[in-house]
């Protein structure tokens, strides 16, 4: 089992910067990689971005150049960083692992992010 715990989101205006963190516990030798989804009320879960065990990443067009995603292993932590924020980032942001064992696929609880126009 692998236990994943968001924090970081809030309210800010378009434009600014805000940190997005996740915490990982448990079978953590199990990950192959963390990313961030997103989700809006009434649409699908869509990734934002993953960072693999082995450093790679990948970025969703609609957030390439703006937003980052690093780990710090030592710390079991990864982190979303968010700039230049578009009233079209608000969401509930999703920490996501993928494991090397079932169920393959853990959710954090989700955080919001309101970016206000």
């Known amino acids: 089992q692998v236990q994943l715990v968001e924090s970081g989101g809030g309210l800010v205006q378009a434009g600014g910067s805000l940190r997005l963190s996740c915490a990982a516990s448990?079978?953590?030798?199990?990950?192959?990689?963390m990313g961030w989804y997103r989700q809006v009320p009434g649409k699908q879960r869509e990734l934002v971005t993953f960072?693999?065990?082995?450093?790679?990443?990948n970025y969703a067009d609609s957030v390439t150049g703006r937003f980052t995603i690093f780990r710090d292993n030592a710390k079991n932590m990864v982190y979303l960083q968010m700039n230049s924020l578009k009233p079209e980032d608000t969401a509930v942001y999703y920490c996501?692992?993928?494991?090397?064992?079932?169920?393959?696929?853990?959710w954090g609880q989700g955080t919001q992010v309101t970016v206000s126009s």
């Open positions: 960072i693999t065990s082995g450093g790679s990443t």
């Open positions: 996501h692992a993928n494991t090397q064992t079932w169920p393959y696929d853990y």
């Open positions: 448990g079978n953590i030798f199990s990950i192959n990689s």
